[in-house]
């Protein structure tokens, strides 16, 4: 087993050359999400929309966004839309925030980065960062990842590849296991696991995430 301080390694100096990654600009990914007694109750999608100048560095745009079908919106409303902008250099996040609508309830929240300089990853970010890590039976790292302006130290545990069928067909993939605590040392309410195919794209093809209103499962339909 080894471990890695993931704040360090974020704040490593990029030099001037890109961080190699697994997703490039154009990539989209669509999921079936399934929701409580609903096989599928929605789709969700994260695309890698383009590479922006800001700050002085280039950054991947990625936004993602989850919607119910009619059925399941006629029941909750619910609309999720995060977007973050990823230095291609430090892998760290320019900025991000979160738009959502929960039943009659709409809000757009900022993620708080830390300034000018941040060394602390929005949940959307910590997804393709940890498709840009290198993992292995065993593994373990530590996340700083930023939630409605709480930082949580988000442990990431790597077990035994095992198979996930999915639209895709069946895909070798590294079940990641997440849990979070604050600064505080209290837990996260929500958990979450992710599931790395092996291969070179490092897709995210199973997500399990717990929500006010339920547990989802969302599950790699398409890669374009």
């Not at 600009?25 to 994260?46: I, K, Q, R």
């Not at 995060?82 to 291609?88: A, F, I, K, Q, R």
Request: glycine share 8%; net charge neutral.
């Amino acid at each position: 087993m080894w471990l890695v301080a993931g704040a360090a390694c974020l704040a490593a100096a990029p030099g001037r050359v890109e961080r190699a990654v697994p997703f490039a600009v154009g990539e989209t990914l669509t999921y079936d999400v399934a929701w409580s007694s609903f096989l599928t109750a929605g789709t969700a999608v994260a695309t890698v929309v383009g590479k922006e100048h800001d700050g002085g560095s280039v950054a991947y745009h990625i936004v993602a966004e989850g919607r119910p079908l009619a059925l399941v919106a006629r029941l909750y409303t619910l609309y999720y839309k995060v977007d973050t902008l990823l230095d291609s250099y430090t892998l760290l996040p320019h900025r991000a925030s979160v738009y959502m609508e929960e039943g009659s309830r709409k809000r757009t929240l900022p993620a708080e980065l830390g300034g000018n300089a941040p060394r602390v990853l929005d949940p959307l970010s910590a997804v393709y960062v940890l498709r840009a890590t290198p993992l292995r039976p065993g593994a373990t790292l530590t996340l700083p990842v930023v939630e409605h302006g709480i930082v949580y130290n988000v442990d990431i545990n790597v077990r035994a590849p095992e198979t996930v069928a999915c639209g895709l067909g069946t895909i070798a993939a590294w079940p990641v296991g997440v849990s979070a605590v604050d600064r505080q040392g209290k837990a996260a309410a929500r958990h979450m696991a992710i599931w790395i195919s092996t291969d070179a794209r490092r897709l995210p093809v199973k997500l399990r995430a717990e929500l006010p209103v339920g547990e989802f499962d969302l599950l790699l339909r398409s890669v374009t």
